[in-house]
């Protein structure tokens, strides 16, 4: 009974789903600086799924390595954002074009 | 000599007040009534008084120091800083000789109460105040 | 045989849980901290949460009015607390409501009376709070200015007397009384500072004004008690591990004034509690579902309380649902 105690233990805490890798910690702060809307926006509406660093698992990861990669240019990631995020409700324009402005800086940064 | 023997008196006097116990102001020792009608010794029992249920030894004396039969006491437990009560209501028997003994009293909780006797005998009605430190 | 397979469980688990605390992964830091101010409040990130707190409470001592500490003489006072809470945005970022309420289970075996039991709400609170600053979540840089500004959330709210008040109690030994017997309206503040990306301080202050209420005299009639005001003080440092763990320790204080029966002031009836704790949380379904552990004490020191009948210590779980945006 013990050891069906100890591996469920085990089991559970490996049993926390990957996430991929965040950015780096001064990649994040530099941002967050240059772009406090946009940081802000991600945090009140985005953080919630996609992690406060972007790398949250069951969500595209929007921050780290190679995050972004499927868009040529900002203007591709807001027309994205605009359409499809968040799941369910709507972001003001300035609100999308303060967040996209976030999120390239950041993959720009690294 | 005899100063000697004063100061020693006065001084033991001194002592035996000091030495009061401190769950009780004045156990052992008389107190009077608001309106000085009355003076009366409250002994708890257990000593300190403790959470829960406990017992009260009253000795009760007219203001020239005659004990007062028949009277009749009503005690109410309060507990000043939370302004509260207790639901138990004591019972007051006399038992003879100005002495009376009352039972459920009942602190719910240790900290400072205080005991409202009313008494109601030959000289009048009038009340004690009796604070008491529960263990 | 059997005993090396439970070691090397033991070993496996060990390892396993430091794995996942090591993982490069950061958590909500920002959701985390903010969440933390209060049960039932809404962290940052979040629209709404719905939350349920189990706790288990025991008596060990009193304080008496000058702080002096004695452990608890023949009387055992146990409490099951279940308490029930949550909050909203309402329509903005910037502002929720959130509230709780308490179911309590109380057992009091005190001498020379039967062992009772009680069950019973308690006292109940709703309030309203306002993100008036925003921390950029930066960490401190100390050539930067702006990574100095908090999260700054202003509150006010009430407690409600849904639970009996000690007057109210039916019992002898008073344990079916479960909340204060007084209306409670408070105001205060809520802090939270990003010492790095992973680690804040928060501090939440609160005053509250306790109204004065009718107390029934046992010769018929009533009193006018006043309760004393009551001042709160909190302050916790939230460390999150990672994505799914956080912990945090606290100290709080609580004090309330004098009271007063009929105008007359009581001396010696100010009333101080101090109290340490930590917790652990942990996402078990991220974003939606946390559970969290947490272990308090009332210190048996001299002068951490005063006019405390029942000093205790407590262990809570506690899970938590998120709702976002």
Known sequence: MRLVLVLIAAGLAACAPAASPPPDDAVLVRARLVEPGGARVFALYCASCHGETGNAPGTPAVMGPRALDDFDSEPGLRGFVSRRMPPRGT???????AVSRYLWRVARLR | MVRTRMFAVVLAGFCAACSSNSALAGAGGWQSSKADLYRARFVPDPEPPATGQNALDITLEASDGKPVEGATIAIEPWMPAHGHGSSAVPVVQGVGGGSYHATELVYTMPGQWELRVDVSAGAGDDQFAVPLDVQ | MTGARVRAGVVLSVVLVALS?????????????????????????HFAALAAQLAYERGHGSFDARGRYRTLRGA???????????????????????????????????GGLAPAGAVGPGDASVGLRYMAVEDLVTGIDVHD?????????????????????????????????????????????????????????????????????????????????????????????????????????????????????????????????????????????????????????????????????????????????????
């Open chain 1, 91 to 97: 972001l003001e324009p300035d609100e999308v074009s």
């Open chain 3, 21 to 45: 605390l090591a993982r490069p992964a950061r958590a909500q830091a920002c959701c985390t901290a903010t969440g933390s101010s209060g049960f039932g409040v809404v962290g940052r990130c």
């Open chain 3, 76 to 110: 055992e006072v146990d409490d099951v607390v279940l308490s029930l809470g949550g909050g909203i945005r309402l329509g903005t970022p910037a502002w929720q409501i959130y509230g709780s309420v308490p179911l309590r289970l109380q057992y009091r075996d005190l």
């Open chain 3, 145 to 325: 200015a702006r990574t100095f500004v908090p999260f700054v959330e202003p509150f006010v709210g009430v407690r409600a007397p849904t639970g009996r008040g000690p007057t109210g109690s039916k019992t002898p030994s008073g344990v079916d009384a479960t909340g204060d017997g007084a209306w409670t309206a408070f105001a205060g503040v809520a802090v939270t500072k990003f010492l790095t990306l992973r680690d804040a301080l928060v501090l939440v202050g609160s005053w509250g004004y306790r109204f004065p209420h009718d107390v029934a005299a046992a010769g018929g009639g009533a009193r006018r008690f006043s309760t004393g005001q009551e001042v709160r003080a909190r302050l916790a440092f939230v460390r999150v591990f990672n994505l799914f763990w956080s912990g945090s320790v606290f100290a709080s204080v609580i004090f309330t004034s004098d009271v007063a029966q009929d105008g007359q002031r009581v001396p010696y009836s100010a009333t101080r509690r101090v109290r340490f704790g930590a917790s652990l949380m942990r996402y078990v379904v991220y974003p939606y579902w946390k559970l969290g552990l947490s272990a308090s004490l009332d210190p048996p020191i001299e002068g951490f309380g005063q006019n405390i009948p029942f000093a205790s210590a407590s262990v809570a779980c506690l899970v938590q649902r998120n709702f976002t945006w």
